[in-house]
């Protein structure tokens, strides 16, 4: 069965320095990553994801994320963080091979942006 | 195209009632999903239809829980004898998925269900 992990309940972050959000997933097959971000009374919003092809691929807002299939992460980056990014960020992933055309999410990592 | 549309935002219900959501997805998308979101958790996976199949129902959903997406287009989803523990945000979100393509879902803002 697939599975995701947030190892990061929260992460602080100073705005114009870098983010990283981590995010390592387990699955059987080929995996495809996603990742969401929440807004405080907003619904989720999709950001980006990755199939195949470039391991870092670009989405919103300025953020990317890389995936290194040797250490089943796909950790989620910016280069210089907002006030504005400050939200609940979710990673994803679903197993094409074994899992269908579910996503499972993980349990979601708090990023705030100080200024 | 308006998005994702949930309706209703919010029902504080008695235990033991029957309640029913429904979800509007984005008109070209064939794929629907339902999750259930409690506080500090990530979104779970209840069950998805293509058009108007359900191909998947999580095993965690009891059968109290039953969804439709009649002709295809909105979906209900309906909770029977409801408990506490179905506190929860319920969202849904649609994708124009296909068998070769892959894309992000859109998801609709939640319904907010509380079981007093």
């Known amino acids: 069965a697939q599975s995701v992990a947030q190892p990061e309940d929260q992460v602080n972050v100073a705005e114009g320095n870098p983010l990283t959000v981590k995010c390592t997933y387990s699955v059987s097959g080929n995996p495809y990553l996603f990742w969401y971000v929440q807004y405080p009374n907003r619904g989720l919003q999709f950001l980006l994801k990755?199939?195949?092809?470039?391991?870092l691929v670009k989405g919103s807002y300025g953020f990317e994320a890389e995936f290194n299939k040797s250490q089943t992460s796909f950790h989620l980056k910016k280069p210089s963080a907002l006030v504005s990014d400050s939200a609940l960020y979710f990673c994803?992933?679903?197993?094409?091979?074994?899992?269908?055309?579910?996503?499972?999410f993980g349990a979601g990592t708090r990023l705030f942006v100080k200024a | 195209d308006t998005g994702v549309s949930q309706d209703p935002r919010h029902k504080i219900t008695k235990r033991g009632q029957n309640v029913t959501f429904r979800c509007d997805p984005i008109?070209?998308?064939?794929?629907l999903y339902w999750y259930r979101q409690t506080l500090g958790q990530g979104p779970e996976f209840l069950t998805y239809f293509q058009n108007e199949a359900q191909l998947e129902k999580s095993r965690l959903l009891s059968d109290r829980f039953s969804a439709e997406r009649p002709k295809g287009s909105f979906s209900t989803l309906e909770i029977q004898r409801t408990e506490q523990g179905d506190s929860a945000m319920y969202l849904c979100?649609?994708?124009?998925?296909?068998?070769?393509?892959?894309?992000?879902?859109?998801f609709g803002s939640g319904t907010r269900l509380t079981v007093v």
């Open positions: 990755y199939i195949t092809g470039d391991n």
């Open positions: 979100a649609s994708s124009p998925e296909t068998a070769t393509t892959n894309y992000g879902y859109t």
């Open positions: 008109s070209e998308h064939n794929r």
């Open positions: 994803a992933v679903r197993d094409i091979n074994t899992g269908g055309f579910k996503t499972i």
